[in-house]
Nanobody, 119 residues
Framework: QVQLVESGGGLVQAGGSLRLSCAAS????????MGWYRQAPGNERESVAV???????NYGDSVKGRFTISRDDAKNTVYLQMNSLKPEDTAVYYC?????????????WGKGTLVTVSS
């Protein structure tokens, strides 16, 4: 089993930056996807930045050019560097991992970290 713990959320003014971290409780050897989703009040949860198979990164259209996903395998940690933040980026950000365990594929979600961008 895997636990994902997000950190780094907080309050920032528009145009500012934050870096989110997601630490996995153990080394994951077979990751189908790992990255970040977000959900604002009244909105559906949306993909922000996700490493897919082959370590290619996919970004949501609204964050391309502003957000960068990275990873440190030695620390079992994935990061999301968020620059040029906008009020529309305000949301709870969730770490996500899709992991293969034998023949099973499991989805794991962190509890979320709140990012608030003031105008």
């Amino acid at each position: 089993q895997v636990q994902l713990v997000e950190s780094g959320g907080g309050l920032v003014q528009a145009g500012g930056s934050l870096r989110l971290s997601c630490a996995a409780s153990r080394t994951i050897f077979s990751i189908n996807a790992m990255g970040w989703y977000r959900q604002a009040p009244g909105n559906e949860r949306e993909s922000v930045a996700v490493f897919s198979s082959g370590d290619s990164a996919n970004y949501g259209d609204s964050v391309k050019g502003r957000f960068t996903i990275s990873r440190d395998d030695a620390k079992n940690t994935v990061y999301l560097q968020m620059n040029s933040l906008k009020p529309e980026d305000t949301a709870v950000y969730y770490c996500y991992a899709k992991v293969t365990w034998g023949t099973a594929v499991m989805d794991y979600w962190g509890k979320g970290t709140l990012v608030t961008v003031s105008s």
